[in-house]
């Protein structure tokens, strides 16, 4: 590599160099909150979820689509100010999904392939109107690509599920070395549940997800960093900022063009037709273009003249196209056209459903997955379509792969905007989230007259919603009692439908109750 | 992206072949085959049937009694009082010793008030008990079903007591299941069992008393069930001769019924005040039939009244006839 490149700039190399350092401690850091999201022995609930609450896309959505304004909303107006003093440094620096996308560049897949038309970088700031304008008619649903939610999703249901398989796979391997069961046994006692959990998780749909996040990795193959120039709503939310932003790259009048810094920019903005000059809207400030110049004639310094609005980017017509597209998609959801009935195994996170309308997940959820995160069972997994389309990323409670911890109240306290209600212990206690119903056909005492009581066992309400009586109706093995669902004591946990020893699907399911939840 | 060449897709397949293999013959000539149970190890005191037709070591004058019961005093003291009984914790844990202690935490849900998880107390002052003795290590580990260990351990008030009192509490990790043979059972053949506690030189069980929906009560033999990995399998295979089979497998050295509070009703898992009762009361033996017998009495059932007694008598583990044993009374604090 270095044979074909020219010697670089020292200044340009210096700066560079503080990018980097500043985006993998950045990256270090948002892992860091990652890690310390989990229950037990991790950070305070109300710390790990800064990183949402410094995201002003996720923040305006929100306020957009609840009406409501949560004081720790307003640290991302941090970013704001950010962007309006150095336009996409975000991007540039901090984001660490941009940063992601910058370590996995996939530049030997790329070759000297062209990237897409100019008229892609649009696409942004369609997807930021779409997001903004179905946030105002109570949908979320696009914050599903907001690159923190994305990249947070991701790490919770596929990469690190994942990784835990993988190291524990190692772990057992290796522990039937003799003289290696010792360290690795310790090795294992000091990452669980330290760094993953004690009892493995299931993710239903990893594969969808992580497929989704090598997606848009992927991308990085028809261009570098495809995602932040064509995609990222938030990048467009920045660079619409930017283009007011005080600090802007510029170019000396005395650059002779070499072309160095177009080839070198990432995102591909330095116009040779212009002097080399970039876009606020698509620059990253990351300063490669410094580093290969080979007189330093490029310069940040401040402008107070706003930014051109560029060919490529939105006119009127296109804007005013979303925003009726967005609005018309938004109530076709609404009218139930896409969608089945609401399915009775539709169970959320306890206090997320109103009077048995299940409108938070939709309006006030903006898809961070921290509940899923700080679950300490595995229960809340991330919807895809159960919910309709709208459900996406929202999540379900599904209790044959975890149940609802008598003890936990985790995942209202860890959302960063109350979609869960940040309920103390005692009151979560005693909310409802569903009903369990036994299927006579399959439970073992009810259908084969076998003992076993595991669900009545498991139920951890003090008065017990599963009793063990005797059969009235005549039938059944003598002397063995069977369960019944007291459905006025109920909460719906579904610890008996996780621990049900029946194969498969299990004969004691959580659905929604028949009558309507109180609130 | 380079092109492989067909050598290097050979040698890729080999090694991956190669690890495969390996893998497998790790585990097939590895280090863990089924372990087979230890053998019996002597208890403190052999077990004798109690057919009648012998005079039994009771009734010699030895001055060990078969077990012990204290009341109305601190858990502490109640634990010191009861193992001076035997001649100090000395009697059944040797210095050196890898000691674990196994108390009842099997939920997150409530403090120790609320009787469904052991009494931190008891289980301190006999991880105590074990450094005087001179152990050489203590650990503390139980599987809970609700919560998790993390969670339950703080919640049940036992990791602060514990720690206090030097000894190690550790999350139960799934690399330590190993699958055991079980040598004349009666129906648990074999079963994955923590290696650590079947590794232990004295295991100490330290159960709460309590009512149990299917067993009716979960007392020192049920409590073993946190030492497995496959428990809802038990249930479809008949628990009461199960458990006896778990008992046979693991052989406490001691088993100490902390009756403190029971439940007596609502268990496993309780969460009502109204269902517990303070007895201040501790039931010791080194026989775990003996123990969870006149344990069972607390709740005014016989032994015959639970069926992993009934079998575990049976199986011979001990002897669930209350009036064979020598049984030492202790009130305190008057």
Redo the contacts between chains.
Sequence with gaps: MNSKTPRKNPRGRAWVLARRITQYAMLAVFCLFFLMSRRDGGWPPELVNLPFRLDPLAMLAHLLSSRTFLAGSALALITVGLALVFGRAWCGWICPLGTTLDLIPLDRLRGDRRPPAEGWRQVKYLLLTATLTAALLGNLTLLAFDPLTLLSRSLTAAIWPGLDRIVMAAEKLLFRVPFLSGPVADFDAFIRPALFPAQPVFVRDALLFGLLFAAVIGLNAFAERFWCRYLCPLGGLLGLLGKLAVFKRTVGEDCPGCVLCTNACPTGTIDPQKRYASDPSECTLCLDCLETCPRSRIEVNPQLKPAAWQPYDPGRRAFLATVGLSASAVALTRAGLLERREPATLIRPPGMREVNADVLAVTQCIRCSACMRACPTGALQPGVFEAGLEGFGAPLLIPRLGYCDFSCNACGQVCPTQAIPPLDLETKRLRVIGAAYIDPHRCLPWADGNECFVCEEMCPLPEKAIQLRERTDGQGTAGIRVPFVDRDVCIGCGICEYQCPVNGEAAIRVFLPQVPIPF | ??KLTRREFLKLAAAGTGGLLL?QM??AC???PPVSAPLPTQTALPFVPSDGSQPLPTETSTPVPDLVVVRGGEPEDLVRTALAAFGGMQAFVPPGAKVVVKPNIC???NSYEYASTTNPWVVGALVRLCYEAGAGSVSVFDFP????????YQ?SGIREQVEAAGGSM???????FVRVDIPNAMVLNNTNAYQDALEADVLINVPVAKQ???TRLTLGMKNLMGLVQDR??M??I??GRSIADLAGLFRPELTVVDAVRILTA?G?????LA?VRKLDTLIVSPDIVAADSYAATLFGMAPQDIAYIVQGAAAGLGRSDLNSLNIEQIQLGG
């Design positions: 992206m380079k893998e790790l585990s590895g280090m863990q939920n997150a849900y079903f609700g919560g998790t260990a993390a969670d339950a919640r550790q999350v139960m990790s799934n690399l330590k149990h929906g299917s809802n399998s249930h479809a008949g628990l609502n496993p898992t309780g969460g009502d269902d």
